[in-house]
């Protein structure tokens, strides 16, 4: 694979410690997120409504839930929801999209770290969506579980969408360039990736240019599971069941799967 280059980590980012609390405030990858959200939210929600029935005004954890893409629709149908980021930007806009949807009654985003907070009610459900976990060590990744598991009633079920390594790795592609469709123009989105084999983990630099030219950068580290070992995390954490799928159309798991999706009851 490209990223045997790699090995020797010569060409490897530093990342900062907890680079997450700034990765997001500090560019416009809420475009990046609407984009996504934009292709795959019907997909998931109806996923979710296959995989994960939930009863009548049911409570639902979105567990960094970004700008709430995926539980704003799930308030809209009459369930309450509860949603936590670290980012106040996207708290802030989660908020805001609650009140032009008028569900802001029922859909409570609150500013918080997902690896010490549990939802004031039990929940029927928790997701944590599109790739939300796995940017601390093992200890914060598996204290991010456990509070997603704290948080919910007996048996009910917890959504993990992560990664499927094994087709990262074998398809790796050091370079991705995206471009992106905003209200202001095109956003082009270029990312560098390495992989850090000592610390087993994606170090990608992103880099934002905005139509009128602004640039960011910012850099990201992702721990490198697979997939047996998100069930392994899962099951400590006290789920006991866990079933794998490829994609949110319900595709079995399989090497070359676009994601892991770990549903953990
Ligand atoms: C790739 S975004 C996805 C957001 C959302 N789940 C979605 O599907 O649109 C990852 C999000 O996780 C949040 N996040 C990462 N670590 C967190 C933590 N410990 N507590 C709360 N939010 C966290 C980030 O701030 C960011 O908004």
Known sequence: MSAQADTTGADKPETEKNWWLKFYQDTPFIQYLDNAHQEDQ?????????????????VIYDQCCGVGSISLPLAGAGHTVYGTDLCP???????????????QERAHYLLADATIFTTPRPCDLAVNLYTSFGYGDDGVNLAMIKKARSSLKEGAPFLLDFPNFYL??????????????TAAGILTVNREAVFSPE????LQEWTFIEADGKRSCQKSSLAVYLPHQIKDMLRQAG???????????????????????ALAR
């Open 42 to 58: 019907e997909d998931i929600l109806a996923f979710l409504a296959e995989h994960t029935p939930l009863p009548e005004a049911a």
């Open 89 to 103: 930007q996207f708290i802030d806009e989660a908020k805001r999209r609650a009140e032009i949807l008028k569900v």
């Open 168 to 181: 990262v790795i074998s398809r790796f592609r050091k370079h991705i360039v995206r471009h992106i469709n």
């Open 199 to 202: 610390e087993g983990r994606l």
């Open 239 to 261: 789920f006991e069941r866990v079933e794998l799928t490829g994609d949110f159309h319900g595709s079995p798991f399989g090497v070359d799967s676009p994601r892991c999706i």
